[in-house]
């Protein structure tokens, strides 16, 4: 079970990583649907490069740092940041579930639009089993 859920961690934080490259890259598949958009259609966000970049590295690192937890992969980082590491990770993905109050997470108050629709149905629980499954991974060993 400790295994399986670092693999299950590993496999959706590679597949958000490479998304994030792939619209660092310039891909469109999916980049107009994954940014909040306020009731008229105007993006809340409107990320670049660098930005996409720069959090598809972390969910990279959050990929292998998962493995690594789980014992597949041979970690030279110290204990103390095995353990504490995930932390990190559930509060970073609890919150993002939460949301802000006003365009993401469960308890949004602009759900009308097509972010806000995807965001209640796929965003926020990914996020949710996210955090679950880094805490399920915290408290298994």
Known sequence: MYIATGIILFIIFIFLS?????????????ADTAIPTKVDTEKVLNPKMPECFFVGFVLLCFAVFSLARATVLFSFLPGWLLKYGLWIIVIIFLFRA?????Y???????????????????????????????LLLLLLK
């Open 18 to 30: 490479i998304l994030h490259f792939y619209w660092g890259l310039g891909g469109r598949w999916g």
């Open 98 to 102: 939460i949301g802000e109050f006003k």
């Open 104 to 134: 993401v997470g469960f308890f949004k108050k602009i759900k009308s639009t097509t972010f806000g629709q995807l965001d209640t149905k796929y965003f926020s629980p990914l996020c949710l089993l996210i955090a679950v499954l880094a």
